[in-house]
Nanobody, 123 residues
Framework: QVQLVESGGGLVQAGGSLRLSCAAS????????MGWFRQAPGLEREFVAA????????YYADSVKGRFTISRDNVKNTVYLQINSLKPEDTAVYYC????????????????WGQGTQVTVSS
C-alpha cells in the first residue's frame, strides 16, 4: 500500500507561482512512477505530468509544457509540481498518483491516489 498526501495549493493571482508537494509513504513508494493530475469543476480528471521512479525521466501534457515542472526527492519520499505563470484555467483540484510507468496518462493506469489540493487562480 502507498499513501499519498498533497499540499501546497491555495489562492494565487494570475502570473504567480505555486509549488505543490506530494508526500508518499509505504514500503516501496520510491519505486513507483508518480503523476500529477487535475480536475476542474464539471470536467474529467486530466493528466498533467509524470516522473519515473529515479527522477531521470519526465512526461508532460502539451498544455503545461514550459510552465510546469515535476521533480522528486526519494530521500524525502516527496514529489513536487512547480507551477509558474499561473492562468485562471489552471484552477482545479490537483491530485498526485502512484503507478507503474511514467508515460502513463490515463487515470486507470495509476494504482494509488491522494486526496487532492485545491489551486485557485484569480484573474
Amino acid at each position: 500500500q502507498v499513501q499519498l498526501v498533497e499540499s501546497g495549493g491555495g489562492l494565487v493571482q494570475a502570473g504567480g507561482s505555486l509549488r505543490l508537494s506530494c508526500a508518499a509513504s509505504g514500503r516501496t513508494s520510491s519505486r513507483y512512477a508518480m503523476g500529477w493530475f487535475r480536475q476542474a469543476p464539471g470536467l474529467e480528471r486530466e493528466f498533467v505530468a509524470a516522473i519515473n521512479w529515479s527522477g531521470g525521466s519526465t512526461y508532460y501534457a502539451d498544455s503545461v509544457k514550459g510552465r510546469f515542472t515535476i521533480s522528486r526527492d526519494n530521500v524525502k519520499n516527496t514529489v513536487y509540481l512547480q507551477i509558474n505563470s499561473l492562468k485562471p484555467e489552471d484552477t482545479a483540484v490537483y491530485y498526485c498518483a502512484a503507478g507503474g510507468y511514467y508515460r502513463n496518462y490515463r487515470t486507470s493506469e495509476y494504482d494509488y491516489w491522494g486526496q487532492g489540493t485545491q489551486v485557485t487562480v484569480s484573474s
